[in-house]
């Protein structure tokens, strides 16, 4: 008998293939054609596409807009993970799969809603604005609509663990006479975490190439508002193919190094735990 | 048994999937009737008018209806799609760089300008202002839009073709009338200074001006100021600058295209149809100027007569126009790089 066949489960041949077969037409092909593209440039060509005053400027802004985003739904989501698995209130079913809304709602119909909503006249903004705060076309606007588009992920990673942590792990810590504040940093911090550094990993990764809702709400002004992906969509319009892949593979090389730390941190959390 | 399942569920899966995409029309039988125009955002109502008489002047004179498919988007991007292989027999683009690129790409004949009258020109547009209603600021010619209270809603002119031809027409109404190329620049970065958001598009800046009632000013092709204005219903209008760019939306036969397909009669008769009265007519009533003289004269109280300089003005040609102001590190990207703490 081959090794093969002495697995439990059936179909390993078969969804191995299928996973490594839609994983190269969906992802490292069309990577591949990219970095290609990008790779026609010679050296100094690609340097002198990538890294001009004006592109720092947009990789500096994505950069840290996604950031704040991703930091800010780190803490909301926990937040909003936390009260529903450990908490029954009504309306909570629906709650829940508000949560998702962001996944399902095309961006760029998010991106519009919240520009209106914050220009000088609109429902909010019309408070904001007299206050001296910009929701539209200002960073501060890039950044709400970010937090947007990364809400669930924090929220969908954190839930299933917070779930498989029963809360009579908590009271056997509150009988062994931990305090409140030692059952939170020493059993549920460390447990949320990983999820926590996954969610926020994805929440900044969408964050960075987020483009449908960003232009909408960005005045999309070179060395204020102007963000990177929109960089790319630029050097389209003039035709300049291999400038924009040339961009495209900067902005993928970063979130590649950002995720290798991650992962990186993560291990040395779980790690940590031991 | 399973293996057999899942294998019986992906072939009813491939063959229907090959039905669908045969249905959809991916795959043609090349009707020679059949066209497809690639065209810009802006021209929505005038080729779904066209195109409903051109197929009755077509049936009349060859007894065959044709069937004229449409395809809108921003002017570059349907070029990069005809480019990069959507069947476009005609494309009907904003501005000459765009249908050029298709012509570098090889797929239009290279003396593709001289194949229709006017230089492949059936109409010409320009740019023009919309302002809100009663005009508060009293904004009448482009020396306004400096003044420091007034905000400017333009597309960028990085992404958009209409963002292009405003920035043209700014830089022209200091050029034309005797100033000098850093007056010009002088006065462009303090008009795109003063903009509140750079659209990447042209519908998006209507959108903005229009519907989110920012800005006091806003820069659109002339046709698209009178849809603008008809919609707002009373709270806006029309101001005619004195002077403006005389904006060139080339039509072309995408002729590898028309040749694959065999549709060349029928693409070729419907670009010539563009010239005939009858559509000089309709094109007039959409607001683009026409450019058989006859119509324009007949037409003439439609569009108030205003100096429209071509582009060959500002610099020699397109190529010349790109390097000197859209190119990266060009003007554009000088003027609004400026005066930004770093």
Redesign the interface.
């Known amino acids: 008998m081959s090794t093969l066949n002495r697995r439990v489960l059936?179909?390993f041949g078969?969804g191995l293939s299928t996973t490594i077969l839609y994983l190269s037409l969906l992802v490292l092909l069309p990577l591949a054609a990219c970095l290609w593209k990008a790779a026609e440039l010679s050296p100094a060509e690609f340097w002198a596409?990538v890294w001009?005053?004006?592109a720092v400027?947009a990789y500096k802004l994505t950069f840290v807009a996604s950031l704040l985003a991703a930091l800010v739904n780190v803490v909301v989501g926990s937040i909003v993970g936390w009260t529903l698995v450990r908490y029954d209130f009504p309306f909570k079913r629906l709650i829940d799969a508000l949560v998702d809304v962001p996944f399902a709602l095309p961006t760029a119909v998010a991106g519009l809603v919240y520009?209106?909503l914050y220009?000088?006249?609109?429902w909010l903004g019309q408070f904001l604005t007299p206050l001296g705060i910009q929701g539209?076309?200002s960073r501060f606007g890039i950044v709400l609509v970010l937090i947007f588009t990364g809400f669930p992920f924090v929220v969908r990673t954190i839930q299933p663990v917070l779930e498989d942590l029963d809360a009579e792990t908590e009271e056997a810590a509150a009988n062994l006479g931990a305090d409140r504040w030692q059952t939170f940093t020493r059993v549920i911090l460390p447990t949320i975490i990983p999820p926590a550094l996954t969610g926020f990993t994805l929440a900044f990764a969408r964050a960075i190439g987020e483009y449908g809702s960003v232009?909408?709400i960005?005045?999309?002004?070179?060395?204020?508002t102007e963000i990177a992906p929109?960089l790319i969509?630029?050097r389209?319009?003039?035709?300049?193919y291999r400038?924009a892949a040339a961009v495209a593979s900067v902005l993928l090389g970063f979130s590649f190094l950002m995720l290798i730390f991650i992962n990186v941190l993560e291990r040395w959390s779980q790690r940590h735990e031991n | 048994m399973?293996?057999r399942l899942?294998f019986l569920l992906i072939v009813v899966y491939l063959i229907s999937a090959a039905v669908w995409v045969v249905r959809a029309g991916i795959v043609r039988d090349g009707n020679p009737n059949d066209l497809l125009n690639v065209a810009c955002d802006p021209t929505r109502e005038l080729w779904r008018e066209l195109n409903a008489n051109f197929q009755e002047h077509r049936e009349q004179r060859t007894g065959k209806r044709p069937s004229i498919r449409q395809s809108h988007g921003?002017s570059?991007?349907q070029?990069?799609a005809v480019i990069d292989g959507l069947d476009g027999d005609v494309v009907t683009l904003a501005m000459f760089?765009d249908t050029d690129?298709i012509r570098k790409a090889g797929l239009i004949a290279p003396n593709w300008q001289a194949q229709l009258p006017n230089r492949s020109l059936p109409f010409v547009s320009t740019i023009v202002f919309v302002v809100r209603k009663e005009n508060p600021k009293n904004i009448r010619d482009w020396c306004d839009l400096a003044r420091p209270d007034i905000a400017t809603i333009t597309p960028?002119p990085?992404?958009?073709g209409n963002g292009k031809w405003s920035f043209l027409a700014l830089w022209g109404a200091v050029t034309q009338r005797g100033g000098s190329d850093d007056d010009a620049i002088e006065y462009v970065r303090k008009v795109y200074s003063q903009?509140?958001?750079?659209?990447?598009s042209a519908r998006?800046s209507t959108m903005t001006f229009a519907?989110?009632?920012?800005g006091d000013v806003h820069l659109t092709w002339e046709n698209e100021a009178h849809l603008e204005v008809q919609e707002a219903g009373g709270a806006l209008e029309i101001v005619y600058p004195p002077i403006s760019v005389l904006a060139e939306p080339h039509v072309a036969v995408v002729d590898r295209v028309v040749d694959r397909k065999g549709t060349r009669a029928t693409a070729e008769a419907y670009l010539k149809y563009l010239y005939t009265e009858e559509a000089q007519e309709i094109i007039a009533s959409h607001h683009y100027r026409p450019t058989n003289a006859d119509v324009a004269a007949r037409t003439a109280g439609l569009f108030p007569k205003i100096e429209l300089f071509p582009i060959t003005k500002l610099a020699k040609d397109w190529g010349e126009i790109?390097e000197r102001f859209?190119?990266?590190?060009a003007i554009y990207?000088r003027i609004?790089?400026s005066g930004?703490k770093?």
């Open positions: 059936p179909g078969l596409a001009t005053p004006r400027a520009a209106s220009v000088s006249d609109g539209a076309y232009v909408f960005s005045s999309n002004k070179q060395f204020e929109m969509f630029a389209l319009e003039a035709y300049e400038e | 399973l293996y899942l921003g570059s991007s070029a990069r760089p690129a960028n990085k992404t958009s903009t509140p958001v750079l659209d990447t998006a519907q989110k009632k920012i790109q859209f190119a990266e590190g990207d609004s790089g930004v770093r």
